[in-house]
């Protein structure tokens, strides 16, 4: 495993000493971050997002329950895996801390082997989800979201923008004469295209929110919160002319010599009544029209 690979592990504890053995217990290992109180745990999950927190139950300022219930309160910081670690040895306290959904409870006194292949065990389980998770929403060829993450981003998108009364822009990008191509150049040299107008229209994202996911096939769509038409249509413009500077030969088109690409693209303007499948089969409606009006051109 190199460093890039290693997992954090935040201890918090208010009792210095068991900070102490624990971090050194850890430290070879893993990348330590240390807690003295309930406030200080929330603040460095928050900044840190740690993979795994070992964390006391018995702390003055705010027991190891109340920093549980905020966690997991806190999407960003809801899925972080926690282990109690308590002088609490009764069954019912090992029993309450599991069902408050912790992932394990260690007794204090702690013996160091123990904590170390829990740790272990846990953290193996915190690699297993996100490759999981990596599987169920990344596409395996291009690297970018998958239709099934893309569906699930633009309903909690559309609505947010519907309460916010912000814009939303859609557009669906889809390579031209790509079956030409793959006849002319072979599948494999098909794939590579795809992957290269793939991390064009990744990078052409320009806020956090934005996501560009392969819809299928070769047809690609970005969602842009809170970006008006006039703004999405640039953020396309670029992305088409890097994709024209590539300059992927394509001799069977008869478009251009070189790979191009058809955009559909829609916003949600603030105030609209329209719902999100309308918004969608607007920019589709208007990627047809692309098509129809020659190919290698975007339709708003
Ligand atoms: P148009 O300009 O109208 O979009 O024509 P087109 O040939 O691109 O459209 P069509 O839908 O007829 O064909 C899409 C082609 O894209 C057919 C399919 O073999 C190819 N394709 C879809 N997914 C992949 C892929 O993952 N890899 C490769 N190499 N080709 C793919
Ligand atoms: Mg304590
Ligand atoms: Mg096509
Ligand atoms: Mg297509």
Known sequence: MNVADTQKVLVADDDAINREVLGELL??????????????????????LPDLILLDVMMPDMDGYEVLRRLR??????????????????P????????MGASDYIVKPFNATVVMARVA?????????????????????TELANRRRFDELYEHEWQRARRGSQPLSLALLDID????????YGHPAGDRAL???SRLAAAGMRRPADLAARYGGEELVLLMPETGALEAQGVVAGICTAIAQLMIPHEASNVAPILT????????????REQSAELFE???????????????????
């Not at 065990?121 to 060829?141: F, K, P, T, Y």
């Not at 690409?261 to 609209?272: I, K, Q, R, Y």
């Not at 607007?282 to 708003?300: F, M, P, V």
């Open 27 to 48: 430290k070879p290992e893993y990348t330590v971050l240390l807690a003295k109180n309930g406030a200080q745990t929330l603040e460095r999950a928050a900044r840190h």
């Open 195 to 197: 992957r290269a107008v």
């Open 177 to 184: 004469a790509f079956k030409q191509y793959n006849d002319r």
């Open 282 to 300: 607007a920019a589709d409606t208007h990627l047809y029209r692309a098509k129809q009006a020659g190919r290698n051109c975007s339709i708003w």
């Open 121 to 141: 065990l846990h953290l193996q389980v915190v690699r297993q989800r996100r490759m999981l998770e990596r599987l169920a929403n990344v596409d395996g060829l």
């Open 92 to 99: 019912e306290d090992e029993a309450n801390g599991l069902k």
């Open 73 to 90: 309160a806190d999407p960003q910081t809801a899925h972080i895996a926690v282990i109690f670690i308590s002088g609490l040895d009764r």
């Open 261 to 272: 690409v058809s955009v559909g693209g829609a916003t949600l303007e603030p105030g609209s």
